[in-house]
C-alpha cells in the first residue's frame, strides 16, 4: 500500500536530513517541510479514493462497457423509480445500500436483487465520523450492513464501497479481514450538488469514456429525474451499461 511506502521514506528522509543539516540554521525548516509534505499525502490519500493510497479499490472497468452505481440507498420514493426506469431501459444497476436504510426497507432491497441487480455494502451507519472509527468498530458497522443484507437475501456482498470516499489505514485491515472488495468510480456525477436534472446530465455525458464506473445516489430525486436521458444518451453513443460485476471481473457475493 502506498502509505507505508510514503511512511518509510518520511521516516528515511527525517533522520537522513536530521543528520546532514543539523549543524546548519535550515535543520528545523527542511524537517518542517518532509513532514508538511507527509501530512499533505496523507490528507490527499484518505479524502481521494482514487488515489488508492490506503486501500486498493477497483475505480475502472476491464471492459469496455460502463457500469452504474447507486449508493446511499434504498429511499422509499427514489429508489422504486430508478428501479422502474432501469426495467423499462432492461438496465442492470448495483446499489451500495446503507445498513440502516436496508433494515428498514428490505422490500426494496428485496426488488432490487430480484429485478437481477447486485446489491454491495456501504455500511450500516453511514456516519459522518466513520472514518475515525476503531478498527473494532469499523468492523462492526461494516459487518452489520452484510448481515442485514443476508437476514433479507441469504446472499453476503463481497463490494464495499467506503462512505464519502474517505479511507485510512483501519479500512485497510478491515476489509482484508472480511474479505470485502473496495469499489470506488471513475466518474462522479456530482448528483448530491446538481440543482437540477441538465446538470446532472451535463455533469456525466460530459465526461463520459468506456470502462466508466459512475457514481450515482439514489436516495435523490434529481437522480431518477435524470436517469432515463443518461441512459438515452449512452445508446446514442454505443455505450454498453452492463452489471458492476461483470465489467470488473468479480463475484458479487460470497459463495456460501
Ligand atoms: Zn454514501
Keep these: 500500500m502506498k502509505h507505508k511506502i510514503i511512511t ?11 543528520f546532514a543539516f543539523w549543524e546548519t540554521g535550515y535543520v528545523k525548516f527542511i524537517l518542517g517541510i518532509i513532514s508538511a509534505f507527509y501530512l499533505i499525502s496523507t490528507a ?15 475505480h475502472k472497468g476491464k471492459k ?4 452504474l452505481t447507486f449508493d446511499d ?9 430508478i428501479l422502474d426506469i432501469l426495467k423499462e431501459k432492461g438496465v442492470k444497476a448495483t446499489f451500495f445500500v446503507i445498513g440502516k436504510n436496508a433494515e428498514k ?9 430480484a429485478e437481477g441487480h447486485i446489491v ?14 476503531s478498527t473494532k468498530r469499523l468492523k462492526n458497522d461494516l459487518i452489520h450492513c452484510n448481515d442485514i443484507v443476508y437476514q433479507i437475501l441469504e446472499k453476503k456482498p463481497k463490494l464495499f464501497r467506503p462512505p464519502f470516499g474517505v479511507t485510512n489505514p483501519r479500512y485497510g485491515t478491515v476489509l482484508k479481514e472480511l474479505n ?22 451535463q455533469n456525466v455525458i460530459s465526461k463520459l469514456q468506456k470502462r466508466d464506473i459512475v457514481l450515482l445516489h439514489d436516495h435523490l430525486p434529481v437522480t ?3 436517469l432515463e436521458d443518461l441512459i438515452e444518451h449512452c445508446r446514442s453513443k454505443n455505450i454498453v451499461i452492463q452489471p458492476l460485476p461483470l465489467i470488473i471481473n468479480k463475484d458479487p457475493y460470497e459463495i456460501l
Design 105 to 113: 426497507y428490505p422490500e426494496l432491497v428485496r426488488r432490487i436483487d
Design 8 to 18: 518509510a521514506i518520511t521516516g528515511i528522509a527525517l533522520v537522513l536530513c536530521g
Design 44 to 58: 490527499y490519500g484518505s479524502f481521494e479514493i482514487r488515489s488508492n493510497y490506503f486501500v486498493t479499490s477497483i
Design 64 to 67: 469496455k462497457s460502463i457500469a
Design 120 to 133: 454491495a455494502n456501504h455500511s450500516y451507519s453511514h456516519n459522518y465520523l466513520i472514518a475515525f472509527f
Design 180 to 201: 470485502l472488495q473496495s469499489i470506488g468510480w471513475s466518474l462522479r456525477s456530482f448528483d448530491t450538488r446538481a440543482k437540477n436534472k441538465y446538470q446532472l446530465i
Design 224 to 226: 431518477a429525474d435524470a
Design 73 to 81: 440507498g434504498p429511499h422509499p420514493e427514489n429508489t422504486p423509480r
